[in-house]
């Protein structure tokens, strides 16, 4: 007890880091698996995987992964029908740093898709990775 009271400070730090792990492992269940962008581009091209691009139209035009679907993510729920047909398909959920993919990927794994993919780290890793972009408009 002394030793708390000595050194609360450490104390706080080492609570807080613990709950803040727990805290990213109970967040996101059934969320989908991240994946790398070199696993990304494996599922691409083994598996015949598809791209949802979850970013603004703004965003999405200004550069995405080639072959990416544009689904806004305030518009996921709604559109979802459209990709109905590739609910057993791999799917890889992109957006700029993997924030709002992850929100995405949790919707489509609770709407029934079995392999959800987030890209870990989002566009922002994938041009660091010195993958390919594509310019324009939407698909």
């Given at each position: ?11 706080a ?16 269940p ?68 993997g ?18 993919h ?9 041009t ?12």
């Amino acid at each position: 007890m002394e030793f708390i009271q000595q050194n609360i400070l450490l104390v706080a730090i080492a609570v807080t880091s613990g709950v803040m792990l727990l805290a990213t492992f109970i967040r996101r269940p059934g969320a989908g698996k991240d994946v790398t962008p070199q696993e990304a581009t494996l599922l691409i091209n083994r598996e015949d995987a598809i791209i949802v691009d979850v970013r603004e139209p703004g965003e999405y035009t200004a550069g995405h992964l080639p072959e990416a679907r544009n689904i806004p993510l305030a518009k996921l729920g709604e559109r979802l029908g459209e990709l109905e047909k590739f609910k057993e398909k791999p799917l890889i959920v992109v957006c700029q740093s993997g924030a709002r993919s992850g929100g995405a990927c949790a919707q489509f794994a609770k709407a029934g898709f079995t392999k959800v993919h987030n890209l870990a780290g989002g566009q922002a890793a994938w041009t660091d990775a010195g993958l390919p972009l594509k310019k324009g408009n939407k698909k």
